[in-house]
Structures are given as structure tokens and as C-alpha cells.
């Protein structure tokens, strides 16, 4: 089966830094993605991990441990549009359809 | 650059009717996902193909059907709509189905149904 697990929702303040955590179990396992959904509007991609490390990429950064089956979202600098849904996405080894996760609503207050 | 063009943007159908949604996308991808979104929820796989055949199906309700034609663009098709068929229903696209780059899908910017 599939399971995906992320903090349902998270407030940080403008400036600082916010880790977004993301666990998960599945039967197969082709890489991880983190999107970024404001409302209403399509996912935006953020980032990528197939091999364990940390990936960075501006002020976002994400890691991914495999034999931990767990991942997180590093933002950094945080500005007022960063509110928005993070998602977490497993890709499925067979056909590489994404699984994701219920998503993290983060709220950057001033 | 060229995106994943969905088409329409918005519609609005009442219970029990048909719908078509279309997907084009992004030049030389050869891989298309379809994805529905309720409101408060995460994206649920519906169906994908490759090469214009099926490659995946997922949680897609038999009132549904799916193809993707020569040019690569898909149509999803809806039937006798129910109240909880609204959602938003987004399309991705890729270059091939297995073997990806190390980059995320994109996706378009979906078709929101509204069933009254």
C-alpha cells in the first residue's frame, strides 16, 4: 500500500526558516517530489530526490533519507507569498504516476 | 516555453450529464497523467498513457474513460455526472514513462467542474 504522511499545517514568520516534514511507505519508489499549490491553482514543481542527500536550489531545499522513508522541505528567507499548500509526492516505480501526500498549508505571518 | 495546455478553464454541468476535458501537452512529451483534486484534498491519480496507449489507471470511476490521441493530446471523459465529481482535474505531462530526467512533472492549469 501507499502512505504519506506531512503535517497538515504550519505557521512560520516572514524572515525565518520552516522545515516541512514528510514520511512515507510505499511498495515501490522512483524518487520524491515537493510541489507548491496556492489555492485554486495547479501544483508548481520545487524539487527532486531519487538518492539520499540534501538537494538546494535558491531558498528552497529538500532531503531525502531512503532507508528512513522520509523527507523534508527546507525554506529559507521566508516572504508573505510562500503561504501556500506544500505537497509531497512519491513517484510510483510502475508507470511514474506521483502519490502524494495530504499536503502542509503553511502560513507565513508578518 | 510551452506549457500543459487544459482546456476548458471552468465548467459547469448539472447532474447526470457528459463532459470532455482535454489535455495538450507540452511538445515531444509522449506521457500523459490525469489527476483529480477535491476541494480540500490531495491529487488523486485517475489513468495515464504512453504512446497513446494506457499505462496506469488509478482511482478513476467506471463513468469515466480517457484516451490520448496521435498528436499526444488527451481527452478525459466524463458521464453521468454526480454532485461529487466536482473537483479540480489537472493534467501533467512527460517525457517518457519510466525513465524520467530529474525533473518534476508539469502541470497544467486544470479544469475546474462544478456539477449542480
Known amino acids: 500500500g501507499q502512505n504519506i504522511d506531512q503535517p497538515t499545517e504550519m505557521t512560520a514568520t516572514e524572515g525565518a526558516i520552516v522545515q516541512i516534514n514528510c514520511t512515507y511507505q510505499?511498495?515501490?519508489?522512483?524518487?520524491l517530489f515537493w510541489y507548491q499549490q496556492h489555492a485554486g491553482e495547479a501544483p508548481t514543481f520545487l524539487s527532486y530526490?531519487?538518492?539520499?542527500g540534501l538537494e538546494e536550489k535558491g531558498r528552497f531545499s529538500s532531503f531525502l533519507s531512503r532507508s528512513k522513508g522520509y523527507s523534508y522541505l527546507l525554506l529559507k528567507e521566508l516572504q508573505m507569498k510562500d503561504s501556500a499548500s506544500y505537497l509531497c509526492?512519491?513517484?510510483?516505480?510502475?508507470?511514474?504516476?506521483?502519490?502524494f501526500g495530504q499536503g502542509t498549508e503553511l502560513s507565513v505571518k508578518p | 516555453a510551452a506549457g500543459v495546455i487544459q482546456s476548458p478553464r471552468h465548467l459547469i454541468k448539472e447532474k447526470r450529464e457528459t463532459a470532455t476535458l482535454k489535455c495538450y501537452p507540452i511538445?515531444?512529451?509522449?506521457?500523459v497523467y490525469w489527476y483529480q483534486q477535491g476541494p480540500g484534498q490531495d491529487p488523486q491519480f485517475l489513468i495515464s498513457?504512453?504512446?497513446?496507449?494506457?499505462?496506469d489507471k488509478g482511482s478513476i470511476p467506471d463513468r469515466f474513460s480517457a484516451q490520448q490521441f496521435s498528436d499526444y493530446h488527451s481527452e478525459l471523459n466524463m458521464s453521468s455526472l454526480e454532485l461529487g465529481d466536482s473537483a479540480l482535474y489537472f493534467c501533467a505531462s512527460s517525457l517518457g514513462a519510466i525513465d524520467l530526467p530529474a525533473y518534476g512533472y508539469t502541470f497544467g492549469s486544470g479544469t475546474r467542474l462544478t456539477v449542480v
Open positions: 498513457f504512453y504512446e497513446k496507449m494506457q499505462s
Open positions: 511538445p515531444r512529451h509522449d506521457t
Open positions: 509526492a512519491v513517484r510510483d516505480q510502475n508507470g511514474g504516476k506521483l502519490i
Open positions: 530526490n531519487v538518492l539520499d
Open positions: 510505499t511498495s515501490g519508489f522512483n524518487g
